[in-house]
């Protein structure tokens, strides 16, 4: 497996659980692009910090991320950092969240 990072993203987003927008943050993340078996996958971690909307993303289960240019990625909320910034973690390793 080869792993490597791809692009990096900021900007502010959209959190939704399943059809609901549950808050609205600021986000900072890193792709990574891995070759696994041949197959081109790609997956991010980073953080976001809550501006709007629900605090508490840790107990919420998979999440939706809805980044400004409209791709969007399924994410978990990994650790709090305390007062509203969470590390997160794709939740799928294709990437985009298909509609």
């Known amino acids: 497996m080869e792993a490597r990072i791809g692009t990096r993203l900021w900007d502010r987003g959209r959190v ?12 900072a993340l890193q792709v990574v692009q891995e070759t696994v078996d041949g197959v081109e996958r790609q997956g991010f971690t980073g953080q976001v910090r809550v501006v709007e909307g629900k605090r508490n993303l840790i107990h919420e289960g998979a999440l939706v991320l809805h980044l400004n240019g409209g791709r969007k990625w399924g994410f978990l909320a990994s650790i709090d950092m305390g007062s509203g910034v969470y590390n997160i973690v794709g939740t799928n390793r294709a990437g985009l969240v298909s509609d």
Request: negative net charge.
């Open 16 to 27: 939704y659980k399943d059809d609901e927008r549950i808050a609205e943050v600021v986000y």
